[in-house]
């Protein structure tokens, strides 16, 4: 299970940091994504980072956002700075993962999502 937090209020030129934490025992988490969904707006990639640290930002976050991860804790970051109106969203996390090493194929998780408000 994963458990985004750190959303909430913010005025236009501030700063969140959210994190997303999972439970239990996993084997091996490959791609950690960040990704954010507007009211009325399809569900978009904010940024992913790799196992080795290769990360990738949609073009309306770069420069502002940065997405780290701590593979002991399972846990993956992203430090959003700069923020405006339009980042007004709900933020998903996504593990690609493997529960066991019995599972052979990486699976898709998501995360409950935690609410990030832009405004003065």
């Known amino acids: 299970q994963l458990q985004a937090s750190g959303g909430g209020l913010v005025q236009p030129g501030g700063s969140l940091r959210l994190s997303c934490a999972a439970s239990?025992?996993?084997?091996?988490?490959?791609?950690m994504d960040w990704y954010r969904q507007a009211p009325g707006k399809q569900r978009e990639l904010v940024a992913g980072i790799t196992k080795r640290g290769s990360t990738n930002y949609a073009d309306s976050v770069k420069g502002r956002f940065t997405i780290s991860r701590d593979n002991a804790k399972n846990a993956v970051y992203l430090q959003m700075n700069s923020l405006k109106p339009e980042d007004t969203a709900v933020y998903y996390c996504k593990y690609n993962l493997r529960y066991s090493s019995g599972d052979y194929y990486y699976t898709d998780y998501w995360g409950q999502g935690t609410q990030v408000t832009v405004s003065s």
């Open positions: 239990g025992s996993i084997f091996s988490i490959n791609v």
